[in-house]
């Protein structure tokens, strides 16, 4: 079935410096792919959409800044979270849609814990 | 704006039990509507996919319906094991593509004790 890798699953880094989050689609093309954050027993929040060729387009309240999102390849997409504060640290999950089976469930990666201290 | 709420929050079930988990939306003009199991720090791993156009979907001893009218989906597992025991959570898309925003709800977490 359709795999999505997400890369790093952990990562605890320092304030202020900047993080990498990584989203593949290993077996299949995606034009679209989503990022989220969820913190602690709560459900999963829409950061933004991001589309392969053109800006990623963020939900409200969602620095753009911030949180800058490449999606350079039809396979990848990275989400660079700058300037990380302690409030940062949270789950963050991607998911992909399959090129073309607009009836295909969405595909999430196993989500990267981010710990600012 | 679409809201998805689920009932109940947690569920602590004996093994072997038949159970319902429930899920409201607001907003009836969905796409679709997902349900999606989520271990503890994990990601998602869809269980059903159900299409605006369809009332159910079934799989293994997993059924989902829709009633796409009243705003609600159910599923149904049914003979429930330890394995279970993970957080459920269902989510929609509004609008007239898949690419639509897929809103989440927040989750029953289900308990399967042996």
């Known amino acids: 079935g359709a795999v999505v890798s997400q890369h790093p699953s952990r990562v605890i880094c320092k304030s202020g410096t900047s993080v990498k989050i990584e989203c593949r689609s290993l077996?299949?093309?995606?034009?679209?792919m989503f990022w989220y954050r969820q913190f602690p027993k709560q459900s999963l929040m829409l950061m933004a959409t991001?589309?392969?060729?053109?800006?990623?387009?963020?939900e409200q309240g969602v620095e753009k800044d911030k949180f800058l999102i490449n999606h350079a390849s039809l396979t990848l997409s990275t989400l660079t979270v700058t300037s990380a504060h302690p409030e940062d640290s949270s789950f963050y999950i991607c998911s992909a849609h399959r090129l073309g089976r607009d009836n295909s469930p969405l595909h999430f990666g196993n989500g990267t814990r981010l710990t600012v201290t | 704006k679409q809201e998805v709420t689920q009932i109940p929050a947690a569920l602590s079930v004996p093994e072997g039990e038949n159970l319902v988990l429930n899920c409201s939306f607001t907003d009836s003009a969905i796409y679709n509507l997902q349900w999606f199991r989520q271990d503890p720090g994990k990601g998602l791993t869809s269980l059903l996919l159900?299409?605006?156009?369809?009332r159910e979907q079934t799989s293994g001893r997993l059924n989902a319906s829709l009633d796409k009218s009243s705003g609600r989906s159910t599923l149904y597992i049914a003979a429930s094991q330890p394995g279970d025991s993970a957080t459920y959570l269902c989510a929609v898309v509004t609008g007239g593509t898949s690419y639509g925003k897929l809103t989440f709800g927040q989750g029953t977490i289900l308990t399967v004790h042996p």
């Open positions: 077996d299949f093309q995606a034009t679209t």
């Open positions: 991001s589309n392969e060729g053109s800006k990623a387009t963020y």
């Open positions: 159900i299409q605006s156009s369809q």
